[in-house]
T-cell receptor
Framework: GESVGLHLPTLSVQEGDNSIINCAYS??????FIWYKQESGKGPQFIID?????DKRQGQRVTVLLNKTVKHLSLQIAATQPGDSAVYFC??????????FGQGTELSVKP | GAVVSQHPSRVICKSGTSVKIECRSL??????MFWYRQFPKKSLMLMAT?????????EQGVEKDKFLINHASLTLSTLTVTSAHPEDSSFYIC?????????FGPGTRLLVL
């Protein structure tokens, strides 16, 4: 069936280091992917998105990479800061605006 | 832009009562809104898709008579948890769709005693 999953449920990094959060998806027909950040007790916050006709997209301190061959998505955060500590979800648009969320990765930034 | 609000942010109610949660898109019109449920340390689970002026579409396993959804305007959708029970305690999150991106509300924490 359709699923979007994450390789690592938790990730701990040192402040200033780069973070990489991974995600695998199973629906090869999906053409739109989004990364969300969720802080404790809050709703998900849009970070960056990417369409299937791209393999890389950059934002401010964040980069999303898409490898359609192996159905893999990653989020890279440069110079990770304590404020980046949160749970990060990848989401796959399966059509009709509906999203399937991955299980999430909890990022912890050590000062 | 693309701000979604929810009210209330948290609510405590007695078992057997009904609770209404409002979801508003503040600076855009959302023809489609989505309702999610999230348990602690878990991912978001889609409950239903709400389209303005029509009946909501519920995901498999979600009781439509228990979770009443109304999408009366392009900026407001409501979720009513009817005859709430302790197992309905959860974090409920709505989102509004603008183009293909979903923008999420801050969530409503429901505790049923």
């Amino acid at each position: 069936g359709e699923s979007v999953g994450l390789h690592l449920p938790t990730l701990s990094v040192q402040e200033g280091d780069n973070s990489i959060i991974n995600c695998a998806y199973s629906n090869s027909a999906s053409d739109y992917f989004i990364w969300y950040k969720q802080e404790s007790g809050k709703g998900p916050q849009f970070i960056i998105d990417i369409r299937s006709n791209m393999d890389k997209r950059q934002g401010q301190r964040v980069t999303v990479l898409l490898n359609k061959t192996v159905k893999h998505l990653s989020l890279q955060i440069a110079a990770t800061q304590p404020g980046d500590s949160a749970v990060y979800f990848c989401a796959e648009n399966i059509g009709g605006g509906k999203l399937i969320f991955g299980q999430g990765t909890e990022l912890s930034v050590k000062p | 832009g693309a701000v979604v609000s929810q009210h209330p942010s948290r609510v405590i109610c007695k078992s057997g009562t009904s609770v209404k949660i409002e979801c508003r898109s503040l600076d855009f019109q959302a023809t489609t809104m989505f309702w999610y449920r999230q348990f602690p340390k878990k991912s978001l689970m889609l409950m239903a898709t709400s389209n303005e002026g029509s009946k909501a579409t519920y995901e498999q396993g979600v009781e439509k008579d228990k979770f009443l959804i109304n999408h009366a305007s392009l900026t407001l959708s409501t979720l009513t948890v009817t005859s709430a029970h302790p197992e309905d305690s959860s974090f409920y999150i709505c989102s509004g769709s603008a183009d293909e991106t979903q923008y999420f509300g801050p969530g409503t924490r429901l505790l049923v005693l």
